[in-house]
């Protein structure tokens, strides 16, 4: 039987990030339908998962300079078009709309196969350890709008 390898980060393609999930007992309400909050961690992971496969460590960048870098959500708007339930299997795609500035601006959407559950805007801010604005550094904003590198990150 032969093994295929999973990456646990999901998979960078031509048209953004995907990642798969599956539903758990905890992500579902009384009603075993998926508790609106649990959403956005779904949301989340898949663009935790977009940066890791990038090959941005959000770890490293805090401390890449005197400034330091993080991200942080600014704005989300969310449209809810479907339920999932427990064990339905998700795919979370994420993928970059604008990045420079002081700002990035992301879509996301999860689906049940063909399904769309879920369609997301994100606005992420750009600021430094302190909470202040600061630039998205050039080469940094070209990682999120240029070519995809060939193998996702473990």
């Known amino acids: 039987m032969a093994v295929q ?13 995907r990642l798969t ?3 758990y007992y905890e992500d579902t ?3 075993g339908l998926v508790y609106h909050g649990r959403y ?7 663009r935790t998962d977009y940066l890791r496969c990038l090959g ?3 770890s490293a960048l805090i401390g890449m300079d005197e400034e330091g870098l993080v991200f942080v959500v600014h704005r989300m708007e969310i ?14 795609t994420t993928r970059t709309i604008k990045a420079g500035g002081a700002k990035m601006i992301l879509e996301q959407e999860i689906h049940r196969e063909e399904k769309l559950l879920i369609a997301a ?8 350890r302190s909470g202040r604005p600061r630039r998205l ?18």
């Open 5 to 17: 390898a999973i990456s646990l980060s999901g998979e960078l393609s031509d048209d953004g990030h």
């Open 21 to 23: 999930q599956r539903v």
């Open 29 to 31: 309400d009384f009603s």
């Open 40 to 46: 956005l961690h779904f949301l989340e992971r898949g």
């Open 56 to 58: 941005v460590e959000q």
């Open 79 to 92: 449209d809810f078009k479907a339920p999932a339930r427990m064990d339905d299997i998700l795919t979370i």
């Open 121 to 128: 805007k994100v606005v992420i801010a750009v600021v430094n």
């Open 137 to 154: 550094p050039d080469d940094l904003a070209r990682q999120f709008v240029g070519a995809p590198p060939t193998h996702p990150g473990k």
